[in-house]
């Protein structure tokens, strides 16, 4: 192990999710880590409806009894509304399985974040934050560079045998390398802000993400209780449609969000609260995640789409897997692309399920409730993918029926 000052066995840049989770599990082996994120913690994010499946992770960082203390709400399943304003069962984890692993939680993430960031300083890593990464330098032959600007402006050189890419969106290292590829047919823009006072169940029913079509189904709007009576409300369409009509991001919201009956009801007496927030194109994948000394984690790595609540989770998965590799490679001073990369094909195996649910998803003729309605037998296996429960058993199963049933209904309404 190196312990020369300003030198480490691991560094990773950026304090999302991925990061700390890698981080927090390499520091906490033993090895010299440190985190460096740009801005100051804690920060104000989106992705705050969590995948169940998190619960193992956060379970392997120790934090799951800390975590259940912040009062997140609990996410017991997920509703979806169609662009007639029919409301489906909702999908609840614990119909299915009964383990406290089941419900997951609607999380503010300046807080969750909060926690991961000092979860991995706890664990012996070495957390720097308003410090950018100027520049990577790799060397072929032994340590790594990294440059990094202080918030006095000064810049410094770390040293560090791995470098980890946690800059989510930014996505340092693709971007650079020229190996980030938008997904064509997910170009995606979100408009969202917050809401206090708007409808919650208020104890008759358990909270629930919901999923609501517009009338048109040119968009759809995601609804998130969370804590302190906020309410997170996010509109989610193809970039030309959303951002590209002459208005405001406040005025397109306001349009889409009259064409959604069932948004409007559950905001009849909200008042806003925040500003709206913009993100678009943010569906993409990378074509290298790892190299010699250096690879990839959460959104760097990539981001499918915010319709399932995936990006969380798959951001902890993956630096999970990644700091068993890392570690692994520390361990028999094999830091080659093979070895720190060997994960990445699980784990691709694994997000394709939720990819091609997505994509199912944005196909105009498909509907859960039509599709369940003719293969109930699907029920676990739907709500296994909603979950998160993609890498183990047969998480696709149902796809050899919805792959024929949607190829169908696409045709019968061509040809009505």
């Not at 800059?167 to 390398?177: I, K, V």
């Not at 590799?325 to 080659?336: E, F, P, T, V």
């Not at 070895?339 to 105009?364: N, P």
């Amino acid at each position: 192990m190196i312990t020369k000052n300003d030198t480490y066995d691991c560094l990773v840049m950026g304090a999302g999710p991925g990061g700390c989770t890698t981080a927090a599990l390499v520091a906490a082996r033993g090895f010299r880590t440190a985190l460096v994120e740009r801005e100051k913690m804690p920060q104000m994010k989106v992705g705050e409806s969590l995948m169940p499946e998190s619960y193992w992770i956060f379970e392997k960082l120790g934090i799951l009894e800390e975590f259940k203390k912040l009062g997140f709400v609990r996410k017991n399943g997920v509703q979806f509304v169609s662009s007639s304003d029919k409301e489906s069962q909702p999908f609840f984890f614990r119909e299915h399985d009964d383990r406290d692993c089941a419900d997951s939680w609607h999380v503010e993430r300046a807080r969750f974040d909060q926690l991961l960031y000092e979860t991995a300083a706890k664990n012996g890593a070495t957390c720097i934050e308003e410090t950018r990464v100027m520049d990577v330098q790799f060397n072929n032959n032994g340590l790594h560079s990294v440059i990094v600007r202080g918030s006095d402006g000064k810049d410094k050189t770390l040293k560090a045998r791995v470098v980890v890419d946690a800059t989510g969106q930014q996505a340092m290292l693709a971007s650079r390398m020229g190996t980030r590829q938008i997904d064509p047919d997910l170009k995606k823009a979100a408009i969202w802000t917050y809401f206090r006072g708007a409808e919650r169940n208020g104890g008759k029913n358990p909270e629930v993400t919901c999923i609501l079509h517009t009338n048109t189904r040119d968009a759809w709007f995601w609804y998130i209780p969370l804590s302190d009576d906020l309410v997170s409300v996010g509109l989610v369409g193809d970039n030309d449609f959303i951002l590209k009509r002459n208005c405001k991001p406040e005025e397109a919201f306001r349009q889409e969000m009259a064409n959604c009956p069932g948004i409007q009801r559950r905001l009849r007496d909200a008042q806003q609260e925040g500003k709206y927030l913009v993100a678009k194109e943010f569906s993409y994948t990378t074509t290298e995640r790892a190299g010699d000394g250096w690879l990839l984690v959460g959104d760097a790595y990539g981001f499918i789409d915010p319709i399932y609540s995936s990006g969380v989770y798959l951001a902890l998965k993956s630096g999970d897997m990644a700091a068993d590799a890392i570690c692994n490679g520390l361990r028999s001073n094999d830091l080659s692309a093979e070895r720190l990369g060997a994960w990445t094909y699980e784990f691709d195996a694994g997000v394709h399920w939720i990819r091609k649910l997505v994509h199912s998803f944005y196909t105009r003729e498909f509907s859960f409730g039509q599709f369940m309605k003719q293969y109930p037998q699907h029920g676990p296996n739907l709500t296994n993918l909603l979950v998160g429960r993609v890498f183990e058993g047969q998480p696709g199963e149902m796809f050899a029926d919805l792959d024929p049933w949607i190829e169908q209904v696409k045709s019968q309404a061509a040809g009505a």
